[in-house]
């Protein structure tokens, strides 16, 4: 379960960075959905790590460089990309996994026009008030939300 607050934070920071009224964001970020979002969405995601350190990540440089082990004094790489909110649309979850030994950590990242959804504004309840419902994009793997189709209600 979404609470309504997380949804209406998606359309408050939209606002707050691009200046747009409440209708305007809500209408902007309902709209990201097309444009090649979705095939975006699917790419900032399905990656295969790099063989080395030695080349650019293969996420498209969007990671922080990966911390040294404390264990075995390697470095850890980037491994893996996956949505880290159930709301923030542009909130992701970084997985590195050392080179040397088993030692793996994750970090949550925001990345600024790389949603791995939609945040689309509904009429709920009596008192019919808008609320931010994220619809994930197809073919994007969500942990913590199903797969849904666009524009299914
Ligand atoms: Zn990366
Ligand atoms: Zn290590």
Same mark, same amino acid.
């Given at each position: ?12 920071? @939209? &606002? ?10 809500? @209408?902007n970020?309902?709209a990201?959905?097309? &444009? ?44 893996? @990309?996956? *949505?880290?909110?159930?709301?923030e ?9 050392? &080179? ?14 790389? *949603? ?29 939300? @199903?797969p849904?189709? *666009?524009?299914?209600?």
């Open positions: 379960m979404t609470t309504n607050r997380g949804r209406k934070d998606v359309i408050r920071n @939209r &606002m707050t960075s691009t200046g747009e009224s409440y209708n305007v964001a809500a @209408r970020l309902k990201m959905k097309d &444009m090649g979002a979705t095939r975006e969405a699917v790419v900032t995601q399905r990656w295969q790590p790099a063989e080395t350190l030695d080349v650019p990540c293969p996420c498209g440089g969007t990671c922080e460089p990966g911390e040294k082990c404390d264990h075995c004094h390697a470095r850890h790489r980037h491994v893996a @990309r996956y *949505p880290g909110s159930r709301t649309v542009e909130t992701w979850v970084d997985c590195y996994d050392c &080179m040397g030994c088993s030692s793996s950590y994750t970090i949550t990242v925001v990345l600024p026009g790389r *949603p791995w959804g939609v945040a689309e504004t509904v009429i709920q309840g009596a008192s019919a008030e808008p609320v931010i419902r994220a619809t994930v994009f197809p073919g994007v793997k969500h942990p913590l939300l @199903r849904e189709t *666009p524009d299914e209600d």
